[in-house]
């Protein structure tokens, strides 16, 4: 008895989390590709005017949709989750306009560190560029909104699983066997809440068969978690953050005071040595 429940503690993996106020560097974005660091926050990476103007465009977007994946929230794109790739792929294609509509004559924050960071790879020997298939071509990203309330607005969760089991007609399936990093900006921020928390915890295929959450990731309970420890970033508009997103984490419930935690989300992650695939 003693050695099953051992087997059904959580494995603690330390945490090694970053933050500073500034721009963000590639070299930083590697290290955390290459697993080096955990997570990096970056405080008032970009201008609050940008970041206003965004957050209009996605509540007054045409493109705005509910999700009726199982999160709560409204988004501006196109996801993977849960989705075969000839319908990931031809929703982006779709959303594309929409998405783009989002930053209109704006320096897009997103791709200026897509571009950064492809010229730093390609000097490197390493190829980055959008995930794709016969179907069409990801995104750079999408915008998100949740409307979850209680201790969370968006449950515990990891984003490899969903990787992991997305099918062998998804190229980005291979990056599961390294680091998923999701790259987050923050447009709008909530005064309090709407943080982001990470548990010290990376699951493997055995944890997650034994929360029911092999093929999603998506939620994980707090009574698996309650002994693990975990860190809180406190985040604001203009905020950057970056993190290894096999590792548990969360977004903590918001305050009521009319402000919507609104984010620009994608991942990217090595399919080979010589390739980073990017998506959303």
Known sequence: MAT?????????????IEERTGSISTAEIISVLKGEITALHISQAFSTEIAEEITAKFFGSPGLRERKDGVPGQYVGA??????????????????????????????????????????LH???????????????ANVCRALSWTGSGTFSLDPHDDVAQVLRAGN????????????????????????????????HKPTVADRKSQGVETTGYPYSAAY????PSREIQLKAGDIALLDGGFVHG???????????VLLNCFFGFARPDLVLWWT
């Open 225 to 228: 978690l309650e002994a693990v």
């Open 169 to 200: 007609d998804y190229e980005l399936s291979a990056v599961a066997h390294n680091t998923v990093a999701a790259l987050n900006f923050y447009p709008s921020m909530p005064e309090e809440g709407g943080n982001l928390r990470l548990w010290s």
């Open 123 to 137: 000097n490197q020997g390493i190829e980055l560029r959008l995930a794709r298939s016969e179907h069409g071509q």
């Open 4 to 16: 099953n429940q051992a087997r059904q503690t959580p494995a603690i993996s330390p945490l090694t």
């Open 251 to 261: 977004v903590t419930g918001q305050s009521g005071n009319g402000k919507r935690r």
């Open 79 to 120: 996801s993977h989750y849960r989705k075969d790739a000839a319908t990931y792929f031809a929703e982006a294609e779709t959303a594309r306009p929409h998405v783009d509509a989002l930053f209109g004559c704006l320096v897009d924050p997103v791709r200026a560190l897509f571009d950064a960071l492809k010229r730093e």
